[in-house]
């Protein structure tokens, strides 16, 4: 029995983890790479073979561990997806979305190589490969256990991120021997204002655990109302327009209840129009509502009483594209409007539109990985390329730690504290680092625990081991030959892309068919390695 951790380490992006045990072969996420190189890194040939794989457990909806589940469907994945209920509703969401945007970059960059001569460039996934994910997802519920493999079975419970996440109780057998791992997924904040605090787990063998702020604490809820009320009086007291990108699931509908708050408490004015910009989010919303039973207290008991945590007065819903452009011509707003790191969707316009203005403000309420136009704009980069154009960044940037979704140090901890079992602690999700420093601190307070990089195995047993059986990382193709495969690829998209289905191609099997046997014999070698 093993475990390879083959995305997710020392990074928050990407997450994908392979468990195997006797002919059973079950991933943990499969979630797109965002930031520096993220194209050609989701475009990747797996680690494995998708035909091999019986079943995908999904810890939750963001794209980053759900974001490359229809691509592991279109290269022949046709086994389970086992999800929670509002998780399956979510990834409709998002992954229909995320194919619109796939579609309209590779349409605009298919234009622009036309006109220099280079070939078509293609989506990861489109609509039909979506559907046919849909159709592979098994809904589940919290708390039952259930056999997802013959030799693996798994419990999903409640992580607190945001509406259905989950951490997963695994139990691998083999040969008479049971192990037993732990994915903490992303887990949410000991206390949450959203969603319900996090299931305690004490028993397990091996924890994966994520770090994503590993190395630092959030500011209390009360320290952080006070924070955004600060920085949100200042901008509205300049009659500016305030952007705030958000991720659409979770921080979208947290800063909706937090601009409600700020009505009540007559900080924010009932005349100042809030824009909620896009139809992704209000779908969202509306998967929220639903699901309240799943809420946190403080949220239930608005909605017991009839209110609507996620409706501030004002409220305005930008659906169409010709809605989101007019709000350009506004200038005293408060804009949400994904993506939360600003490397794509509506923020994008908008951020090219307001950034030159000095009067402007953005509020960024989440993390911001390396490389996303999010991440340069906090770090202080005062001309960006956005959109094609060259923009000034003049307006005033604020950041709002404290409204993450996401565990602190001290929640990990604690959370952590729960074992009951001294199991051995694997950190990832999160940059080296917070990973390192988070390993460290659990080290502190008696677990063993490693922080390991992509392509680590690591041979799962009951037994205790001061040191586990980490096998070197994952043979890697070589630069050369990763190019030599991307130069490959876009050849073949650029042969399908002059196809109008009336050539006769005749003269061309002879070729088509030597390189079909040729790339068929590196394909074998690899999975002999």
Same mark, same amino acid.
């Given at each position: 029995m093993q475990l390879k951790i083959l995305g997710a380490a020392g990074e928050v992006t990407g997450s994908l983890y392979l468990l195997e045990a006797g002919a059973s072969h079950v991933l943990v996420d499969c979630g797109t790479f965002q930031g520096r190189d993220e194209d050609r890194r989701n475009a990747e040939t797996f680690p494995f073979d998708p035909i091999g794989i019986d079943a995908v457990l999904l810890t939750h909806a963001h794209l980053d561990h759900s974001g490359r589940i229809p691509l592991l469907v279109k %290269?022949?994945?046709?086994?389970?997806?086992?999800?929670?209920?509002?998780?399956?509703?979510?990834?409709?969401?998002?992954?229909?979305?995320s194919t619109r945007l796939m579609k309209e970059e590779a349409e605009w960059r298919t234009r622009k190589n036309r006109r220099r001569g280079l070939p078509a460039v293609f989506p990861l996934y489109d609509e039909a490969d979506v559907d046919q994910a849909m159709v592979l997802f098994q809904p589940t519920t919290y708390d039952d256990v259930f056999d997802v493999a013959p030799g693996i079975r798994v419990r999903f419970r409640d992580?607190?991120?945001?509406?259905?996440?989950?951490?997963?109780?695994?139990?691998?057998?083999?040969?008479?021997e049971e192990v037993k791992v732990v994915f903490s997924g992303d887990l949410g904040q000991q206390e949450s204002v959203l969603e319900r605090d996090p299931a305690v787990v004490e028993d397990a063998h091996f924890v994966v655990i994520e770090s994503t702020y590993g190395d630092r604490r959030h500011k209390s809820c009360a320290e952080t109302r006070k924070e955004f009320a600060s920085i949100m009086g200042e901008a509205l007291g300049d009659?500016?327009?305030?952007?705030?990108?958000?991720?659409?699931?979770?921080?979208?509908?947290?800063?909706?209840?937090?601009?409600?708050?700020?009505?009540?408490?007559?900080?924010?004015?009932?005349?100042?129009?809030?824009?909620?910009?896009?139809?992704?989010?209000?779908?969202?919303?509306?998967?929220?509502?639903?699901?309240?039973?799943?809420?946190?207290?403080?949220?239930?008991?608005?909605?017991?009483?009839?209110?609507?945590?996620?409706?501030?007065?004002?409220?305005?819903?930008?659906?169409?594209?010709?809605?989101? %452009?007019?709000?350009?011509?506004?200038?005293?707003?408060?804009?949400?409007?994904?993506?939360?790191?600003?490397?794509?969707?509506?923020?994008?316009?908008?951020?090219?539109?307001?950034?030159?203005?000095?009067?402007?403000?953005?509020?960024?309420?989440?993390?911001?990985?390396?490389?996303?136009?999010? %991440?340069?704009?906090?770090?202080?980069?005062?001309?960006?390329?956005?959109?094609?154009?060259?923009?000034?960044?003049?307006?005033?940037?604020?950041?709002?730690?404290?409204?993450?979704?996401?565990?602190?140090?001290?929640?990990?901890?604690?959370?952590?504290?729960?074992?009951?079992?001294?199991?051995?602690?694997l950190v990832t999700h999160g940059e080296a680092k917070a990973s390192e420093s988070l390993a460290s601190g659990l080290e502190e307070s008696g677990f063993k625990a490693l922080a390991p990089v992509a392509g680590y195995t690591i041979a799962l047993a009951p037994e205790r081991r001061e040191i586990p059986i980490v096998a070197t990382a994952t043979k890697r193709v070589s630069d050369d030959a990763r190019q030599a495969l991307r130069d490959v690829n876009s050849l073949v998209a650029s042969l399908l892309g002059q196809l109008n289905g009336t050539e006769d191609l005749d003269d061309l099997l002879p070729l088509l068919m030597a390189a079909k046997t040729l790339l068929e014999t590196a394909n074998a070698k690899l999975l002999t390695r």
């Amino acid at each position: 029995m093993q475990l390879k951790i083959l995305g997710a380490a020392g990074e928050v992006t990407g997450s994908l983890y392979l468990l195997e045990a006797g002919a059973s072969h079950v991933l943990v996420d499969c979630g797109t790479f965002q930031g520096r190189d993220e194209d050609r890194r989701n475009a990747e040939t797996f680690p494995f073979d998708p035909i091999g794989i019986d079943a995908v457990l999904l810890t939750h909806a963001h794209l980053d561990h759900s974001g490359r589940i229809p691509l592991l469907v279109k %290269r022949g994945f046709h086994g389970r997806i086992y999800a929670t209920s509002p998780t399956v509703e979510l990834c409709d969401v998002l992954w229909r979305d995320s194919t619109r945007l796939m579609k309209e970059e590779a349409e605009w960059r298919t234009r622009k190589n036309r006109r220099r001569g280079l070939p078509a460039v293609f989506p990861l996934y489109d609509e039909a490969d979506v559907d046919q994910a849909m159709v592979l997802f098994q809904p589940t519920t919290y708390d039952d256990v259930f056999d997802v493999a013959p030799g693996i079975r798994v419990r999903f419970r409640d992580a607190g991120h945001m509406l259905g996440s989950a951490i997963l109780e695994v139990w691998l057998k083999e040969n008479d021997e049971e192990v037993k791992v732990v994915f903490s997924g992303d887990l949410g904040q000991q206390e949450s204002v959203l969603e319900r605090d996090p299931a305690v787990v004490e028993d397990a063998h091996f924890v994966v655990i994520e770090s994503t702020y590993g190395d630092r604490r959030h500011k209390s809820c009360a320290e952080t109302r006070k924070e955004f009320a600060s920085i949100m009086g200042e901008a509205l007291g300049d009659r500016s327009k305030v952007l705030i990108p958000t991720f659409v699931v979770e921080r979208a509908q947290r800063v909706l209840y937090e601009l409600l708050l700020l009505q009540e408490e007559g900080v924010l004015r009932d005349n100042v129009p809030i824009y909620l910009d896009s139809p992704m989010g209000v779908t969202a919303t509306e998967i929220y509502r639903k699901y309240a039973s799943l809420l946190s207290a403080e949220l239930q008991g608005r909605l017991l009483k009839g209110g609507d945590p996620f409706a501030p007065k004002q409220l305005k819903k930008a659906i169409t594209p010709q809605e989101s %452009r007019a709000i350009n011509d506004v200038r005293h707003a408060v804009v949400l409007a994904g993506s939360g790191m600003a490397n794509g969707g509506r923020i994008v316009h908008h951020l090219k539109h307001s950034l030159w203005d000095p009067k402007s403000h953005v509020i960024f309420v989440g993390y911001q990985a390396t490389g996303t136009l999010g %991440r340069r704009i906090v770090e202080g980069e005062s001309y960006l390329r956005i959109a094609g154009e060259e923009v000034q960044v003049k307006s005033q940037v604020h950041t709002v730690g404290g409204f993450s979704s996401h565990a602190d140090r001290g929640d990990l901890l604690a959370w952590a504290s729960n074992f009951k079992t001294s199991p051995l602690f694997l950190v990832t999700h999160g940059e080296a680092k917070a990973s390192e420093s988070l390993a460290s601190g659990l080290e502190e307070s008696g677990f063993k625990a490693l922080a390991p990089v992509a392509g680590y195995t690591i041979a799962l047993a009951p037994e205790r081991r001061e040191i586990p059986i980490v096998a070197t990382a994952t043979k890697r193709v070589s630069d050369d030959a990763r190019q030599a495969l991307r130069d490959v690829n876009s050849l073949v998209a650029s042969l399908l892309g002059q196809l109008n289905g009336t050539e006769d191609l005749d003269d061309l099997l002879p070729l088509l068919m030597a390189a079909k046997t040729l790339l068929e014999t590196a394909n074998a070698k690899l999975l002999t390695r």
